[in-house]
């Protein structure tokens, strides 16, 4: 049964960049899609972007530059980098999984990010 | 991007009762719609994909159907374990976006 775990520092100072990272167990990274999903406290779902584990990518617009995602096989993890942190990026960060493009089918539990000088 | 509507925001419903969600898109999705579950704490979970296949695991009292711009999600018997919030996204085209959600409770 395959687990992702969401890990990171949980509080960033603004104009920083945030880095997280999805552990995975019980599984493989590789021939997997992975996604960042965001979701700031009392609103709805956000689809950051995604990465195949080949390294193909597709990242939401609305983050322009800010974002990068990677996978490390080697460690089997799966990593954002989100810079130029504001009030803003402040939620709960997932990720999650899938062998299909179309959906996002493990999540994790998420991790809380603050951000805040 | 493809604007998704939830209707309605938040649901009271008992034990037993049979509700529906709906969840529009902006323009037509092709039944790239998938619903998903959230509880606080947990990892959010895929229930429906495709418009109407139901995920592997997932209690067959919950069912999707739809096309075009509008969607359903129904759960026919409420049980305790359903009272959460559940979103709709499209994966038609990118970026992928989600509904406001849809908060069930007691």
């Known amino acids: 049964q395959v687990l992702l775990q969401e890990s990171g520092p949980g509080l960033v100072k603004p104009s920083e960049t945030l880095s997280l990272t999805c552990n995975v167990s019980?599984?493989?990274?590789?021939?997997?899609?992975w996604s960042w999903i965001r979701q700031p406290a009392g609103k709805g779902l956000e689809w950051i972007g995604r990465l195949y584990a080949s390294g193909s990518s597709n990242y939401n617009p609305s983050f322009k530059s800010r974002v990068t995602m990677a996978v490390d096989a080697s460690k089997n993890q799966f990593s954002l980098r989100l810079s130029s942190v504001a009030a803003a990026d402040a939620a709960v960060y997932y990720c999650?999984?899938?062998?299909?493009?179309?959906?996002?089918?493990?999540w994790g539990q998420g991790t809380v990010v603050i951000v805040s000088s | 991007d493809i604007q998704m509507t939830q209707s309605p925001s938040s649901l009271s419903a008992s034990i037993g009762d049979r509700v529906t969600l709906t969840c529009r898109a902006s323009q037509s999705i092709d039944s790239y719609l998938n619903w998903y579950q959230l509880k606080p704490g947990k990892a959010p979970k895929l229930l429906i994909f495709a418009a109407s296949s139901l995920q592997g695991r997932v209690p067959s009292r919950f069912s999707g159907s739809g096309s075009g711009t509008d969607y359903t999600l129904t759960i026919s018997s409420l049980q305790p374990e359903d009272f959460a919030s559940y979103y709709c996204q499209q994966s038609f085209s990118m970026p992928y976006t989600f509904g406001q959600g849809t908060k069930m409770e007691i």
């Open positions: 999650a999984r899938s062998s299909s493009p179309v959906t996002l089918g493990i």
């Open positions: 019980g599984g493989s990274v590789n021939n997997y899609y």
